[in-house]
């Protein structure tokens, strides 16, 4: 419960404890505003279901909009929320998707700039909204966004972030058989097995486990641990650092690069079990291998 504890002091408990404290100075003012990094309300199950602590805990952070809002509109103190459409390049982002967060990001700036464009309006004419940044700043007449772009050559294949639009969940659980028996799971990992060398083991120093959902369900394993690392059908022979579970197209999209590994864990198509930085070691071998699959 600590790390439940952390998250919802720091951002319910956080947002009510600063908005009580700065409420007699921000009465004071002509030009009072209270903005909260925080999503709008989504109400969709599939936001809840793989991190329903965090979702309570920014979604508190929403809550505190909608009430402040109404209670402070006679003080002529606007509350609104920001949030943003993409990933932002941050520790946390890097942590997750590892040294090539930058080409699904966007910087801080965008953020930032959003949050002028709002801080700006007279308090009267903005309260009680649901902000997203792009939105804002294409509104103030800036329509080329690729300048916020980490990558401004990769602008147009950012990762979305979370509590936006809701992912085509059915797509990623289709089970429609596939002309052959299904056998493209398979074929994968004996192109990963052929491309398996010493170097990638001594990077890598891990196992991976692999279950996976849909027409080919098992369980696959590559072992990057010693010799030039095996791959294949079963469980790795080491035992797995880290277990990695996934529906059989989700998987193939993401080591043939159609799928970014953070954003398939950030909305629930990956689900990871056991060390995460070892498991995102993974993402050197799938780039090595997206061009011979």
């Known amino acids: 419960m600590k790390r439940y504890d ?24 002509n030009h009072a505003h209270i903005l909260n990094l925080s999503p709008p309300l989504n109400m969709n199950p599939f936001w809840f279901k793989n991190h329903v602590a965090y979702t309570m805990a920014k979604y508190g952070m929403s809550m505190c909009v909608l009430g402040m809002a109404e209670e402070f509109k006679d003080s002529n103190i606007a509350v609104n929320a920001l949030w943003p459409k993409t990933a932002i390049h941050t520790a ?15 910087k801080p700036e965008i953020i930032a700039d959003a949050a002028y464009a709002i801080l700006i309006k007279e308090p009267r004419t903005l309260t009680g909204k649901f902000l997203v940044d792009e939105d ?18 990769n602008a147009d294949n950012l990762m979305m972030d979370f509590f936006l639009d809701a992912p085509d969940v059915a797509s990623s659980h289709s089970n429609i058989k596939r002309p052959g028996g299904g056998t493209k799971i398979a074929k994968m990992f004996d192109v990963i097995q052929n491309n398996l060398n010493p170097e990638l083991v001594a990077k890598t120093n891990a196992s991976f486990l692999f279950v996976v959902k849909g027409d080919e369900e098992g369980t696959w394993f590559v072992d990057l641990k010693s010799g030039k690392g095996s791959a294949g059908k079963g469980k790795p022979p080491s035992g797995p650092d880290a277990t990695l579970t996934m529906n059989e197209k989700d998987l193939f999209d993401m080591f043939t690069g159609k799928l970014k590994p953070a954003g398939a864990f950030m909305t ?16 050197k071998l799938m780039g090595m291998l997206k061009s011979k699959l």
């Open 136 to 153: 804002v700043l294409r509104d103030e007449g800036i329509q080329d966004l690729s300048q916020y772009a980490v990558n401004p050559a």
């Open 92 to 106: 946390a982002i890097e942590m997750l998707s590892g040294p090539e967060a930058g080409d699904i990001s966007r």
């Open 6 to 29: 952390l998250m919802h002091n720091i951002n319910t408990r956080g947002t009510f404890l600063v908005s009580k404290v700065c409420l007699p100075y921000l009465q004071q003012s």
């Open 268 to 283: 629930g198509k990956l689900k990871i079990s056991g060390d995460l930085q070892k498991a995102l070691k993974l993402e």
